[in-house]
């Protein structure tokens, strides 16, 4: 079966401290991998995705096949990166699924 | 500001009744979608259209209808058959294949009384 897994539900940190938020999924085929985030009163937005390989507010992901995880990292976590955070697979032209979210929060 | 509109942002009904949910894109997308987001239990999808007069049932279908009759359009039905229909909804939508990008809607809350 298809499924996201986001074992943390929350996950607090001090400001200058790593993060990591982990997201492991299971699916048999190549799969396309997004991060999402919702900050307080805002809609769900787009952070990243595999297939770009970028880093987008200091966030990076790596797609790791042998372990099916899709983690979610920060060298130093800022207070403005307080939000809720959602891994999400995407199956080739199929439905997207989304994990049960963890809430990052940042304590200064 | 993403091209997708949710409505009503509230809305508050009376349990029985039936509620139509709102989602209109201007984005020109394929794929919508429909999401219930419960406090613990993340985003579970109810039903999708990946085309015009067409639509598949999500993980939480019962107690819901949709139509897809035309492409920016992907109202959502709440009716006295859900159990448990006081949530937050999001709509969203995306052009679909690799590498898509994936606009969500305000989400509207929906409270049964």
């Known amino acids: 079966a298809q499924r996201v897994t986001q074992p943390e539900k929350l996950l607090s940190v001090f400001k200058g401290a790593p993060v990591e938020l982990k997201c492991n999924y299971s699916y048999s085929g190549s799969p396309e991998l997004f991060w999402y985030v919702q900050y307080s009163r805002q809609r769900l937005q787009l952070l990243l995705r595999h297939i770009s390989r970028e880093s987008i507010k200091g966030f990076t992901a790596d797609l790791n096949k042998g372990e099916t995880s899709f983690h979610l990292k920060k060298p130093f976590a800022q207070e403005e990166d307080s939000a809720m955070y959602y891994c999400?697979?995407?199956?080739?032209?199929?439905?997207?699924?989304f994990g049960t979210g963890t809430r990052l929060q940042v304590f200064p | 500001d993403g091209g997708i509109t949710q409505s009503p942002k509230y809305l508050f009904r009376k349990e029985g009744q039936n509620v139509t949910l709102s989602c209109e894109q201007n984005l020109n997308h394929d794929a919508m979608y429909w999401y219930r987001q419960d406090p613990g239990q993340g985003l579970r999808l109810i039903y999708y259209?990946?085309?015009?007069?067409?639509?598949q049932k999500g993980d939480i279908a019962e107690g819901y209808s949709v139509s897809r009759e035309k492409k920016e359009s992907f109202p959502l039905t709440v009716t006295s058959a859900q159990k448990n229909p006081t949530a937050f909804y999001l709509c969203?939508?995306?052009?679909?294949?690799?590498?898509?990008?994936?606009?969500f809607g305000e989400g509207s809350w929906l409270t049964v009384v």
């Open positions: 259209s990946q085309i015009v007069n067409d639509f």
């Open positions: 999400a697979l995407k199956p080739y032209t199929d439905k997207l699924i």
């Open positions: 969203c939508s995306s052009d679909g294949g690799t590498g898509n990008t994936i606009y």
